[in-house]
């Protein structure tokens, strides 16, 4: 079984469109996160979600909108995307309290052309 | 803000040879976190270290914690093909433990 899956893994897309990625996690942890890995590996914290409460929103466009619908779920919607968004998103889990060590999900490639 | 800084950005060794990243926070870090990508995949936790002056190891890998709490470190002893990766350490900013603020990772490559 999976811990943190995300879909879909590819995405290819035109400049001006909208677009999700969904990702859920059976850990039964209380916090999901989304990161942005650019080209040159950085990773770097969007949102931070807990018990469906948002609890981080790092400088991000207000083009992306997180949405958690449960604590196990956590999605993220693009409007009008841009080349500057081509990226790997991960999500990611852990547990309430303590130092948060994350769980991943393998990620998914977003290609705007 | 918080910056975590890491050295080298990339470190190729013959397979055999000994490896070491560096991890150094313009901050007093609560904990760190050591991470690593393999090519194509995904970040996977290996280690957390809270208290100063903490070494740990697992298996070939051993990691540090600084007496300040400022810089942490990765060694790699007699690397293998299946070190190959990115290591990030990881560490809490903005006073929340859940936001890490991870450090651009050094790449490692092994030639076998």
């Known amino acids: 079984d999976t811990a943190v899956s995300q879909t879909p893994k590819y995405l290819v897309t035109q400049m001006g469109n909208d677009k999700s990625i969904k990702c859920e996690q059976n850990?039964?942890?209380?916090?999901m996160y989304w990161y942005k890995q650019d080209s040159k590996k950085f990773l770097k914290i969007m949102f931070s979600?807990?018990?469906?409460?948002?609890?981080i929103n790092e400088t991000v466009p207000n083009r992306f909108s997180p949405k958690s619908p449960d604590k196990a779920h956590l999605n993220l919607h693009i409007n009008s995307l841009e080349l500057g968004d081509s990226a790997v998103y991960f999500c990611?889990?852990?547990?309430?309290?303590?130092?948060?060590?994350?769980?991943f999900g393998e990620g998914s490639r977003l290609t705007v052309l | 803000g918080q910056q975590v800084m890491q050295i080298p950005q990339y470190q190729h060794v013959q397979e055999g040879e000994d490896f070491t990243t560096y991890c150094n926070s313009s901050?007093?870090?609560?904990?760190i976190q050591w991470y690593k990508q393999r090519p194509g995949g995904h970040p996977v936790f290996l280690i957390q270290?809270?208290?100063?002056?903490e070494v740990k190891k697992q298996k070939r890998l051993t990691f540090q914690f600084g007496e300040a709490k400022k810089n942490s470190s990765l060694h790699i002893t007699a690397t293998q093909t299946t070190d190959v990766g990115t290591y990030f350490c990881?560490?809490?900013?903005?006073?929340?433990?859940?936001?890490?603020?991870f450090g651009k990772g050094t790449l490692l490559t092994v030639n076998p």
């Open positions: 990881a560490g809490p900013s903005g006073g929340s433990n859940y936001k890490l603020t």
């Open positions: 990611a889990s852990s547990q309430e309290g303590g130092p948060a060590k994350l769980f």
């Open positions: 979600y807990n018990n469906k409460e948002l609890i």
């Open positions: 901050t007093t870090l609560s904990n």
């Open positions: 850990l039964g942890h209380d916090t």
């Open positions: 270290l809270v208290k100063s002056g």
